[in-house]
């Protein structure tokens, strides 16, 4: 592009310039973001192997709308609600833009219990908006990737979400996780017997839900302050520092306080069955973190987050637990349910990180372009490599080649095919690797054998 | 569940229904769709055939957000645009829902243009929303699979564009389509020609489009009405008639009237070279169709539409064209581009037609539960199931064999591994094929690899 070239050229250009910024560049919305193609490959990578370890465990594929009634979605979440995306649509209906998986999966369950396997085990994978601030690793539009089985009360549905959780995360080559679980009834019989009324529980809750931004004597001063004296906050803790890798340790360990109250008994024989059930199920880094407890008022028992060994700085990668309310108050009856779910951007962030996304599992050609009245030739070829099942990229116009180099470069193809009027006299294709710079010359009609053999 | 049962019982039987009709079970949105596990199944197949057609042709994955600047949208689309969803978000800026996917890549490729390979050849599948009246087969949510190449002006970019359609088309199995493609210049030109003056064309572009909706008598009538003199009628649609099935075919049919109009014989020479292309790529089922105008405003050249020859009714299932000013008033440089797009809504309901869809690619294992105390027998045997990749289910608790065939039914399981007491003591297992009931006994230690044999 050229700047008009007149007397008054500094004043023109000037003009021609603010005449480009008039034509402004629209804006992405804070807080969101674009995929392109080098993030989009390590997604793509990262979204199949969650999606085959969740259907080995047998869950089943579901999608629910973007938008849902907001009547649908609010009152679930507690005060992080004001996050919706919520607006009156063109009908006037006050609609909402999903906030998370869980809730659309009991709207669908509530309608179609009858048509459907009982438990109904499915897995999601979708973009949810939050109008979160935006900060560093926080956006307004993110992927979870969910499991739930809704309609089973056996600590065997909680223990295998958990599993496939950490199943995927070892397939995407991650190998150490740190799998903390507790149970909600737990805590609630723990405030219960040391005295804190089950008025002042939920508050409790959310205080002992900072332990991972908070040191532990901030957690106790607001608890101080809030909800207890500190003789209760200190008996309060004792009992939060019980340790337990098996079952058998959690009942040891509680053995004498246990009987004083239901919950607490309850819990304790829930979360007991559920560490065997994943010792079983051959899952590794379980601990009982009995201060664990979840942000989201819809827990019932067994609570759960996950975070890596390697990387604890970047918080919990994957969490969820019981919520045995949550989808009876659509049903009308008593619908017990359980689920997990990963948040993808940590993730990723986690296996670049950890040098765990291999981007070079796409390997392809492109054919050069060196003269126009080959192009028919050129065409035919791709098409030979493409029903070969060979990704085959074609320059469209005949330019140098340095042009054409820096293309292939900047596409990633790994090998280059050039057929000039040389090679096109003596039936011939000069293969040249782009990584290596290395080249040899192949017979046009053994062409795809001889790259299938060279891309394997 | 039971109503109170006492004298009153009738009344109370009442009451307690519109208790329950009280617990009204939210709604769905009119035009929206949850896709069960079943469509999912079908959607994923057909989803995974089409990325990876688009990427055998060297196109690149890319995403970009649900939610745009309203202005980054609006005055794209035309008429139609009234269908946006639009709002302020909580911060008061003016947003709307992605409406199609080619506007956002125009907005990504004006951001991102020096870093991105020249052309950008991407593909994108995703949602788009608009507010449709709903009625059968149109959705206000519904998925798009995109591929577009920005900054080639070559007709190998048109050409290779319908050719990853048509590819994919034949990846799913469908064995004739009937490819319609046009040049916007061809009938700019021919308007030009009969005399028709430039600000016309739009509306008579318009009226031209509604050809497969009305019969051609009708299009002439509001020809007639609204833009030309009976006489100019005439003459166009004898031009309009020409068939052409390659470049020569079509130069020849222009022979005589080419030189008449500058727009006239690019617009022929572009879609001459466009045809040649095609062919050389071996796609099947092109025709030229002169009347084809395609509704969207932003196209300048090719046009194309897709049906599929077995099911006309259902219209075309994809389309496209090239459009080099879009990109180019984001730009505030010439950026010509060229693209195609699937409807995947028709696309799905004509592979169910024709029997294309494999629902049957999976198959997969259920451990049923005969006796809890072999529970963690069962869960050991699951995660060797599952490590040697084969899909596996367990049924969490133990109930009545016909509950668990029930369950085994509805969740498509192929295999049913049964171990109780007798089998236990033997160290095998029972294993059922559900379809032919047919059954068998295998030994457990080596039931992987068996059940990896029946699975083949």
Chains 1, 2 share one sequence.
């Not at 995929?35 to 490959?41: A, D, K, L, R, W």
């Not at 998986?101 to 709207?107: I, Q, S």
């Not at 926080?138 to 739930?148: A, H, L, T």
């Not at 975070?307 to 700085?313: A, I, M, Q, R």
Request: charged share 25%; proline share 3%; glycine share 8%.
């Amino acid at each position: 592009m050229q700047a008009p070239n007149r007397g008054w050229e500094p004043f023109a250009f000037l003009c021609y310039n603010s005449y480009i910024m008039a034509k402004k560049v629209p804006q992405l919305l804070k807080g969101f973001r674009d995929f392109g193609p080098v993030q989009m490959e390590g997604r793509l990578f990262m979204l199949a192997k969650i999606r085959r370890a969740f259907e080995r465990f047998g869950f089943s594929p579901m999608e629910t709308p973007a938008l849902e009634y907001a009547e649908t979605l609010t009152g679930k979440y507690g005060a992080e609600e004001k996050l919706m995306y919520k607006f009156a649509d063109n009908g006037g209906r006050n609609v909402a833009m999903r906030y998370d998986l869980t809730v659309p999966l009991a709207r669908f369950y509530a309608a179609n219990r009858n048509d459907l396997p009982k438990p109904f085990k499915r897995y999601a994978i979708g973009p949810v908006w939050r109008a979160e601030n935006p900060q560093a690793g926080r956006y307004r539009e993110f992927y979870q990737c969910d499991v739930d089985a809704v309609g089973s009360e056996s600590a065997l549905s909680d223990a295998e979400s958990i599993a496939a959780i950490a199943t995927a995360l070892t397939d995407l080559g991650i190998k150490e996780v740190s799998i903390r679980v507790n149970n909600r009834k737990i805590l609630d019989g723990l405030l219960t017997i040391v005295g804190i009324p089950t008025k002042k529980h939920v508050a409790a809750i959310r205080i002992l839900d900072k332990q991972d931004k908070l040191p532990e004597k901030e957690v106790r001063r607001l608890l101080g302050e809030f909800i207890a004296s500190g003789n209760q906050v200190d008996q309060l803790f004792e009992h939060l520092g019980f340790k337990a890798a098996s079952g058998k340790e959690l009942q040891d360990a509680f053995l004498e306080v246990e009987d004083q109250n239901k919950f607490l008994s309850e819990g304790v024989g829930e979360l007991s069955d559920v560490l065997d059930a994943l010792l079983e199920l051959g899952v590794k880094g379980v601990t009982v973190d009995l201060k664990l407890a979840r942000g989201l008022d819809y827990y019932t028992g067994t609570v759960c987050e996950v975070s890596l060994s390697k990387l604890p700085e970047i918080g919990s990668i994957a969490g969820g637990g019981r919520y045995d309310n949550l989808i009876s108050d659509f049903v009308g009856a008593q619908t017990p349910a359980v689920g997990m779910s990963i948040g993808i951007d940590r993730l990723i962030y986690a296996l670049e990180e950890l040098n765990l996304i291999s981007y070079d599992e796409k390997q392809d050609v492109i054919i050069f372009n060196l003269d126009q009245k080959f192009a028919s030739r050129y065409l035919e070829l791709a098409t030979k490599l493409r029903s070969a099942g060979i990704s085959t990229d074609i320059y469209y116009q005949t330019e140098a080649m340095d042009k054409q180099f820096k293309y292939a470069e900047k596409k990633k193809n790994n090998l280059a095919i050039i057929i000039g009027e040389d090679e096109m006299q003596k039936g011939v294709a000069t293969v040249k690797n782009l990584a290596t710079r290395k080249q040899s010359q192949v017979k046009i009609e053994s062409l795809a054998k001889e790259i299938q053999l060279l891309l394997k």
